[in-house]
Each structure stands twice: as C-alpha cells, then as structure tokens.
C-alpha cells in the first residue's frame, strides 16, 4: 500500500511560481512512476507530467511543456512539481498519483495510488 499527501497548493498571479510536494509513504519500489495529475471545473482528469521512482524518463504533457519541472528526492520519499510562468488556465485541483507500471504512462487508469489533492488558482 502507497498513501500519497500533496502540499504546497495556493493562489498566485499569472506568471508566478509554486512549487508542489507529494509526500510518499508505504511500499514504494525503484520501478514505480510518480505522476501528477489536474483536474479543473467540469472538466476530465489530464495528465501533466511523471517521472520514474528512480529518477529516470520524466514526461511533460504539451501544455506544461517548458514550464514545469517534476523531480524527487528519494531520501525524503518525496516527489516535486515546480511550476514556472503559470497562467489562469492552469488552474485546478493537482493530484499526485503513483504506478506499478514499468514505464512512464498517462493514463490515470494505470495509477492505483492517489492524494487527496491540492488547489492551484492562477489569477489574471
């Protein structure tokens, strides 16, 4: 079992910066994928970036490309989403999920694990 605690979620004007932690806590294997997901109003869950346990082939959606790095500190059992140049459109509930699959995935349906989530507001 891998329970997951997002912080560092808040509000912040269009071009600033905020900096997501997930903590990770249970069985957690170099194998894995950390993934961190968004989800806006009324709309679908979107992948927006991942990256291997062990620190290897991270993965940026397009939208975010550029502009958000993924990271983690395996002493700290923690994985980072720092986000750069952020606008209105990036706003949303961010959460932090965790795979078994061997390689990096989008798919929301191959993550068995997930945090509670944390708001990110952008304003114009």
């Known amino acids: 079992q891998v329970q997951l605690v997002e912080s560092g979620g808040g509000l912040v004007q269009a071009g600033g910066s905020l900096r997501l932690s997930c903590a990770a806590s249970g069985r957690i294997f170099s194998h894995y994928v950390m993934g961190w997901f968004r989800q806006a109003p009324g709309k679908e869950r979107e992948f927006v970036t991942a990256i291997k346990w062990n620190g290897a082939n991270t993965f940026y959606a397009d939208s975010v490309k550029g502009r958000f790095t993924i990271s983690r500190d395996s002493a700290k059992n923690t994985v980072y989403l720092q986000m750069n140049s952020l606008k209105p459109e990036d706003t949303a509930v961010y959460f932090c999920?965790?795979?078994?699959?061997?390689?990096?995935?989008?798919?929301?349906?191959?993550?068995?694990?997930w945090g509670q989530g944390t708001q990110v507001t952008v304003s114009s």
């Open positions: 999920a965790a795979s078994s699959r061997m390689t990096v995935t989008i798919q929301t349906h191959d993550y068995a694990y």
